[in-house]
C-alpha cells in the first residue's frame, strides 16, 4: 500500500500512517450533542473525517468507523465563554433538558428528534455514514465502569456523590493540548469560581455528577443517582467499540487496547481530547489513540460563529437560499482540513459555480462517448496529493488541469469518476444522469446533421437553436457535432 502521511496534534508533525493490523483502521469521532440543529462548523468537521475514511478506503484500508451521539447533556457551555476548565462548565444548564423543556417534550424526543435530522444533514453532504453511532444514554454502564477503575487504581475521588478526576495524579496531562500541569495552575488561577469548592484542585474534572432531585435524565450508581460527565462517554465509547477493553460488560485487563485514529475539531482538543486522553490512558496504563486529527475552525466572514452575532448557519439555510448541499462540500475541499476556512455566501457561489461547470463539462464527455479507462498519470498524482495529510486543494487543482488537458474524453470521465471516490461530489450520477439525451434532441441532431450535409447552414443555426431551447450546447468539432448540456 502506498505510503499516507497525517498531522497528529499529539506531536504536532506530519507522520507516516502505520496502522494497527495491516489492512484494517479504526477511527473514532466525536459526534453531536443533539439538541439543536448542527451548524456549518461542525459538518466542516465531519467532512474532513469523511475526506480521511475515504482516503483510507481507497488505498485499500478497510474502515471501521465510530461516531458518538451525545444525548445526555455535558454542560459544555457556549464556546465563547469556555475556556480554562471552571468557567462556568459545570454551572451551565443542561442543553438537552433546557430544550425538552421549552418545547414540552422528554429529552429523549428531542434526542431523537435531532438525531435524525444530524444523519439528514450528513446524507446531503454525501458524508459515508459510521459504521455505529453509539448513543451516550446506552452506554452508562461502560461510563460507571471505566470511573470505577479510576477510583480503584486512585485516579479519582469522590466528593458528595461527584467523581472527579485528580488532574495532578496523570502526569503526561496536557501532552495533547500543550496545556500541561504547570500551565494549568497559572492558567486557573484567574477563574476559580464558588461552584467548585467540592474540587480538590479547580483543575480537576467530573467523571460523574450527582443528580439534583428534579433532574430527569440519571441513572443508580454505586455513588447514587447520578450522570456522567461529558469526557468519559467518549473514552467508554471509543474503548468499547474500538478495542477489548470490556467483556461482558466488565473492564477487560487482559488485551491490548490501541486505537488508530480520532477525529474531532480544534475546539475539542482541549479540554474534551485532553481528559479522554487522562481518563483512557490512567484506566487501562498504557497509550490508547496513535493518531489525533483535528479540523480547523469555520469562521463567517472572517469571524468565529456565535449565535447572539446570528451568523450561525445550517444546512436549511444553505438549501433556504437554494444552493446545492454539494458546493459546501466543495468549499470544504478548497482548503486543507487543519487551516481554518472562511466561510461568506460568495464564496459559497465561487464553489456552486466550480461544481456546476466541473458536471457541466464532464456532462459533455459522458453525452459523447464511452467512459474509458482511469489515466494512471493523474491517478498517481491524485493519490500523492490526498496521501499527503489528505491535501484537497491540491486534488481539485489535479481535477482542472484534468479538464484542461488534451486527454480524450473518455479518459476524463473515467479519471474524475474515480477521484469522486474520495471528492464525493456525486460527479457520475450527476454527468449520467444529465447525459442521457432525450430521443427529440437526438432527432434534431440528426436533422441538423442533414441540414449541414446539404450545406443549408441557416437550417442549421436554427435547429442548434432549437436544440439550446431544449437545454442541450451543440458545439462543431472536427469529429462531428458534440453536445454539452446546458447546467444552470
Ligand atoms: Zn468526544
Known sequence: ??????????????????????????????????????????????????????????????????????????????????????????????????????????????????????????????????NVFPKATEHISEMIELTKQLLEKGFAYETRGTIYFDVKRFADYGKLSGNTLDKMDKLLGAVRVATETDKKDSIDFALWKKAQNDRSLKWDSPWGEGFPGWHIECSAMSLKYLTDAFKDGEFNHEQSRRIDIHTGGEDNIFPHHEDEIAQSEAATGEKVVNYWLHAGFLLVDGKKMARREGNVYTVSDLVKKSFNPLAFRYLTLTTHYRSRLNFTWDSLKAAETALNNLYRELTGYVTNGEVTSVNSDFEKKFVDAVNNDLDTPAALTLVWDLVRSNMPVGEKAATLYKFDEVLGLDLEKVAEEAAEVPEEVKKLIEQREEAWKKGDFSESDKLRNEIKGKGYEVVDTPEGQKLKKVVS
Open 1 to 130: 500500500m502506498a505510503d499516507i502521511f497525517l498531522t497528529n496534534t499529539l506531536g504536532k508533525k506530519k507522520e507516516k500512517f502505520v496502522p494497527i493490523n495491516s489492512d484494517k483502521v479504526g477511527i473514532y469521532s466525536c459526534g453531536p450533542t443533539v439538541y439543536r440543529d448542527i451548524h456549518i462548523g461542525n459538518l466542516r468537521t465531519y467532512l474532513s473525517a469523511d475526506i480521511l475514511k475515504r482516503v483510507l478506503t481507497y488505498n485499500g484500508y478497510k474502515v471501521y468507523h465510530v461516531k458518538n451521539i451525545t444525548d445526555v447533556g455535558h454542560m459544555r457551555t457556549d464556546p465563547a465563554t469556555s475556556g480554562p476548565r471552571g468557567a462556568g462548565e459545570e454551572a451551565a444548564i443542561d442543553p438537552i433538558i433546557d430544550e425538552a423543556l421549552k418545547q414540552g417534550k422528554t429529552p429523549q424526543e428531542v434526542a431523537s428528534e435531532y438525531t435524525k435530522k444530524f444523519l439528514d444533514d450528513e446524507k446531503v453532504l454525501n458524508i459515508i455514514p459510521a
